[in-house]
């Protein structure tokens, strides 16, 4: 498992800078991806641009970050059998991303 | 553990002349859980000298909890029976579900120690972040007697103070007397003298204390008070003495 971290993490990481400012969390529910996140100081952004990229690191859709600092977009099971990474930035060098593994999603699928 | 310090430890030893300062100790694997380390913590709950490496038995306690986001969970009938430092203790692999801070808490059912003819119950807390959120890491759980931080519990370098304030019933405890103690896991660290297994420092008027670390690792934070109760033991009423303890990592320096 931890492998597998790792090997999506290369895919993230090349964008990831600054990310000790920015908290990014993501999980299934319902078959609906749930992306959460907050600054370190607590605060909730209010804008920002999501990267949707399956395990490959093929950017699948980019969004936008609610005011409440969540989005939420259907799961395609076929799209993301092999993971998704997601990639929030909120600019100035804001920039995080979490990593969806193929068992955080079967664990949330249906839930 | 990079420091070795020039000693006489296992001449100590021999002697049995240390006082051996007791800990009960919650160890997890991993202080701050990345993404990428997975999804859960390793954690091993013992009663033990922890300098020493020298267990004692941990019978199974009053209450093992989890406090997340302001909700506390009963976590007793998930522990698994393990031997720790060579006697009975616990271990538990918990699923962190959401960022934030976790902290775990053990009541430990009082503990007969004939040598300080006292009973001892240590409660007994560590604090573990999960996916680089910090939110909720100076938590005050409200245990009978705890070590409320005052610095983050966790992303400590070695070195950097550790400061908390001695609480019991509520209230802090001026002048409160700390223990402090590493966790000498590999067994590496030697001391040049017997006094330098159990710091001991006193809080200030407020309750408040500071130690600085000299070194990476797990280190122990003991604040001792004495119950005003007594329980029984063979018929004669005895002291128990309340310990609020509190296990922080610090991080090594690698420059």
Redesign the interface.
């Known amino acids: 498992m931890r492998r597998l971290f790792a090997t999506l993490a290369v895919v993230a990481l090349a964008t990831a800078a600054h990310a000790h400012q920015l908290n990014v969390f993501a999980f299934v529910q319902d078959d609906e991806v749930i992306v959460e996140t907050k600054f370190s100081s607590g605060k909730i952004p209010v804008s920002g641009e999501v990267r949707v990229l399956d395990g490959a690191g093929q950017v699948l859709s980019t969004l936008s970050l609610e005011t409440d600092g969540t989005v939420r977009f259907p799961l395609d099971p076929n799209i993301a059998s092999e993971g998704l990474t997601i990639e929030v930035s909120t600019g100035d060098g804001h920039d995080d991303y979490w990593i969806l593994t193929p068992s955080d999603i079967a664990n949330g699928s249906g839930s | 553990m990079k420091t070795v310090f020039p000693t006489a430890l296992a001449l100590a030893t021999l002697t049995g002349s240390p006082a051996l300062a007791h800990y009960g100790m919650i160890i997890p694997d991993d202080a701050m859980v990345s993404?990428?380390?997975?999804?859960s913590v390793g954690l091993t709950l013992s009663f033990s000298h922890p300098f020493e490496r020298d267990g004692m038995v941990l019978e199974e306690p009053v209450s093992f909890t989890v406090t997340h986001e302001g909700e506390t969970t009963d976590l007793l009938g998930d522990l698994n029976s393990a031997e720790v430092m060579g006697q009975p203790g616990y271990t538990l692999d918990y699923p962190l579900a959401?960022?934030g801070t976790y902290v775990f808490a053990m009541e430990p059912q009082p503990y007969w120690e004939p040598a300080e003819d006292s009973y001892i119950t240590h409660y007994t807390k560590t604090y573990v972040s999960a996916?680089?959120?910090?939110?909720g890491w100076d938590t005050e759980l409200g245990l009978r007697t705890e070590i409320v931080p005052l610095s983050k519990p966790f992303g400590l370098w070695e070195g950097n103070v550790f400061q908390g304030m001695v609480m019991l019933e509520g209230e802090a405890v001026p002048y409160a007397e700390v223990e402090v103690e590493y966790y000498n896991e590999d067994g590496d660290a030697e001391v040049p003298s017997d006094l330098m297994i159990t710091q001991t420092i006193k809080a200030d008027a407020n309750g408040v204390f500071t130690y600085a670390t000299p070194t990476d690792g797990w280190w122990g934070f003991g604040a001792l008070n004495t119950a005003p109760e007594t329980l029984d033991y063979e018929g004669e009423e005895k002291e128990i003495e309340l310990g609020a303890v509190i296990w922080v990592h610090f991080e090594e320096w690698d420059d």
């Open positions: 993404q990428e380390d997975g999804r959401r960022p996916f680089g959120d910090d939110e």
